[in-house]
């Protein structure tokens, strides 16, 4: 009892620090955006949750007493019904088949709310066996004590099947917290059209190179050549640490971060690049499809979304790498399975954990929708590079071609949210309110080092 009362306590703290930050809209949320791009459903606001814990605990002691001496399993997920919905019952039927002991019970939640229902459903004591979450709150959870530590539990053919930057996402120290599942990895959609009126015939291939002709782009058609990704990401990718080596304080308030924050300043204060929303997917997506913008990085899975809402766009898409930084990586958004420590069901969730995300499953999903598994085996299917000819299909030859050079950006640290958020502060007070870089820089590294301390 007592450990159930400190690891409600601990979800609660990690909820309210946390929830705020990486919800819809904010720069923290491209991995939520890109499992919503790979849903593409909608979910009914949630009922109250004491009504809910109430109604779900009945149902539970119903399903038990029926179920007689099996092993309920239950499976939260994060919108993927109705879209979905065959495909999901689907395998369990089929796991439960193969285990005739074991009942899977699945509940399907919107991103929103599966925070806050974690939170309440392991106050209430019954916690989820196996549930799917992005690689942030992942980290903060594991740092609280709160997830099952798979390098312990886990077997090492249970763990061996995944590709090893996707693995070690949701490391701290010699811990691992969850299954790496499916993965979103950048890929660049540009316009054909905006690039041959700019008289543009190179694809830019990195960030300098493609500021070296942004305003060729911007002076002959009115668009931007490209929309920055969000500050935090773009550390990663030219090669800047954020946090020092021993991950105890913060190391990116250099005069290197500093003259790269100017460089992007020049470039927005002459309104050559964006200035706002960076990294914001969903307004990114807008000047794209009304061809002020012409080039997007998301997944593959977008273009299904871009092709309903402005399909003359879609037909003059053409698709290549993604910009990258210094070092030639680009980012690989990331959802996964874990085990919550509460559950009374380690090892038969650690099973089904390492079932739901095998090479055959994945494989499965990713030819329901464009994704991209974290599994070497499947990541290495011909059916990724088989299809020359769709654009979806070179989309998805794309996808695989990055799995060795893209990853999901880790700190590997609890909190990574709150660090995060603070660190685009720096973009805040720089780009959008025209601030001193150093200062705006120091002042970020400062909360940063509060957060960690």
Known sequence: MKKMKLLSAVLATVMASSMALVGCGSSSSATADATADAAATEQADTEAAAGEETAEAEAEATETAD???????????????????????????????????????????????????????????????????????????????ALVDLNKEATEEQRSIYIPSLYESTEIGDAAYAFPWYASPNIMFYNKELFEQAGITEIPTTYEEANALAKQMKDATGAYLYNPTEFFNLLFEEDIPVLNEDNTAAAFNTDQTADLLNS??????????????????????????????????????????????????????????????????????????????????????????????????????????????????????????????????????????????????????????????????????????????????????????????
């Open 264 to 453: 992007y300043k020049e470039l927005t204060d002459q309104d050559i690049l964006p200035k706002a929303n960076w990294g914001v997917w969903d307004e990114e997506l807008k000047l794209f499809e009304t061809e002020k913008l012409a080039i997007v990085s998301s997944s593959g899975s977008s273009l299904s979304r871009i092709k309903d809402e402005a399909p003359d766009v879609y037909e003059k898409i053409a698709v290549a790498a993604p910009l990258t930084g210094s070092v030639g990586l680009s980012r690989n958004a990331l959802m996964n399975v874990v085990v919550p420590e509460a559950s009374k069901n380690h090892e038969e969730a650690i099973k089904f954990a390492a079932w739901i995300t095998n090479d055959e499953n994945q494989l499965a999903f990713c030819k329901e929708v464009a994704i991209f598994p974290s599994t070497t085996a499947a990541a290495a299917d011909p059916y990724f590079t088989e299809d020359t000819e769709t654009l979806e299909g070179q989309a998805r030859a794309m996808s695989a071609s990055l799995s060795d050079s893209s990853k999901d950006y880790s700190l590997g640290v609890e909190g990574q949210s709150e660090i995060q958020e603070d660190v685009n502060k720096a973009y805040q007070e720089t780009i959008i309110n025209g601030g001193d870089a150093k200062q705006a820089l120091d002042a970020a590294a400062e909360e940063v080092n509060s957060d960690l301390n």
């Open 67 to 145: 179920s007689g001496d099996k092993t309920q399993i239950e499976f939260w997920t994060i919108s993927l019904q109705p879209t979905f919905t065959d495909f999901f019952n689907g395998l369990i039927a089929k796991y439960e088949e193969e285990n005739p002991n074991i009942t899977v019970k699945w509940v399907d939640l919107p991103y929103d709310s599966i925070q806050e229902k974690l939170v309440t459903s392991v106050a209430g004591g019954s916690s989820p066996d196996v549930v799917n979450l992005n690689t942030q709150f992942a980290l903060t959870l594991a740092g609280k004590g």
